[in-house]
């Protein structure tokens, strides 16, 4: 329990015993730094009483839909929770402190009463479900990525989001690193100058698959979606590296795979005949820099997310860099303390109806990057041209 000013709240903490772990009993990237310190009292102040009511789809292996704090966050109502599996949405609903459960989220969408939804269901669904928020006339943030593989998906959510005149957020946990953050703050004060070269790495090792949901088997198994999943299809850990510090966007892409010697990481073993077990792409930015991404998840001695920025310039200022102040009841979380920033990011865009950090294009810029790295990389290293996309909402 937490207090502050004579009011007693409630705040959903992860503990140890409740992090996420991989087939071999180990925590899963990203959890394991689970930051639990608040600011100090009185840092962050409120400035509306009202409540957005939020939806909030999906509870798998990584307990998502609750990890973020949208239960904790004061200018939140959760109104309804989903999950296809029961046993899971019972979960959720749990987690939440909600009642109102929906047998899908499509379901959920069709509640007139629920303003923003949460998706955090399985990756390849995340596009689709998206859109179909969006022509419903609810608020959208998403879990990584914003979609899957799909060139012609991206274009069909950037015009999604136009069209409806909604706020959509990227839930990309690496734009809230400390670092990351800070670096932004710098760039955006023009301390760097442009960046003349950058990097970005997920790693995140793979030795046996992780479990995911299986339209097959209509449940979660390891012949899901993450069995074989090629690397570079889940970039943006690392792409915010480059998207995320500047707001600039990469052009084209020259990208080589390894061929795995992990099973399910062989092209004769996976849905997506994905031979690679790690990928590295080397970018051209905007600011005609360059940007080394690399994703690898069959390399049991690397393990985490992490980058580097260089600029023409090295300039010292007093921009301030820290990470703006949570509702005392919104812990950082995982993944280096950036879940609650997420949230609380995401409701402020809503309230103040401002375009949110991670907006459509900058989580496209982030993503689409990454598919075509994949495709330059089954081409042994074609340079090959990325689409851009730029959001003028205000």
């Not at 966050?73 to 987690?95: F, G, I, M, W």
């Not at 061929?259 to 690679?276: D, G, M, T």
């Not at 409701?347 to 496209?364: C, E, N, T």
């Amino acid at each position: 329990m937490l207090s502050t000013t004579g009011t007693v709240m409630t705040s959903t903490v992860l503990r140890a015993d409740d992090r996420p772990v991989d087939a071999s009993g180990r925590v899963i990237a990203g959890f394991e730094n689970n930051e639990q310190e608040t600011r100090a009292e009185g840092s962050w102040r409120p400035f509306s009483d009202r409540k957005i009511r939020v939806g909030i789809a999906g509870f798998g292996l990584c307990k998502f839909g609750a990890q973020f704090g949208f239960q904790d966050h004061p200018n939140v109502e959760v109104s309804a929770v989903t999950d296809l599996l029961p046993d899971r949405r019972a979960e959720l609903a749990k987690a939440c402190r909600c009642k109102k459960t929906y047998e899908s989220c499509e379901a959920m969408l069709d509640d007139d009463t629920i303003e923003a939804v949460y998706i955090a269901t399985d990756a390849p669904s995340h596009a689709n479900l998206a859109m179909k928020a969006l022509q419903r006339g609810k608020h959208v943030a998403s879990a990584v990525p914003a979609v899957f593989g799909s060139l012609e998906d991206a274009d069909r959510l950037f015009e999604a989001v136009k069209k409806s005149g909604q706020h959509y957020m990227m839930f990309e946990t690496s734009c809230f690193h400390k670092d990351l953050y800070a670096w932004h703050r710098q760039y955006e004060n023009g301390d760097f100058g442009k960046i003349v070269y950058s990097e970005g790495e997920y790693y995140h090792y793979f030795g046996q698959p992780l479990g995911g949901y299986n339209p097959q088997t209509r449940t979660v198994d390891t012949n899901g979606w993450r069995k074989g999943l090629p690397p570079q299809w889940y970039p943006t850990h690392a792409t915010a590296f480059y998207v995320g510090v500047t707001g600039q966007r990469f052009t084209e892409v020259s990208a080589l795979g390894n061929p795995s010697v992990v099973p399910h990481l062989q092209a004769k073993n996976n849905r997506y005949k994905n031979p690679f077990g790690s990928e590295v792409g080397l970018f051209r930015t905007t600011e005609e820099g360059m940007s080394r991404m690399a994703v690898s998840w069959d390399m049991p001695s690397a393990r985490g997310e992490q980058g580097r920025v260089y600029g023409q310039k090295d300039e010292k200022s007093l921009v301030p860099t820290v990470r703006p102040a949570l509702p005392p009841q919104v812990r950082g979380g995982s993944h280096g303390g950036s879940h609650g920033h997420l949230t609380s990011e995401f409701i402020d865009a809503i309230l103040r109806d401002r375009k949110p950090w991670i907006d459509v294009a900058q989580s496209l810029n982030m993503t689409v990057a990454g598919i075509v790295a994949h495709q330059s990389a089954l081409r042994d290293g074609e340079l090959m041209k990325i689409p851009q996309y730029v959001f003028e909402k205000s």
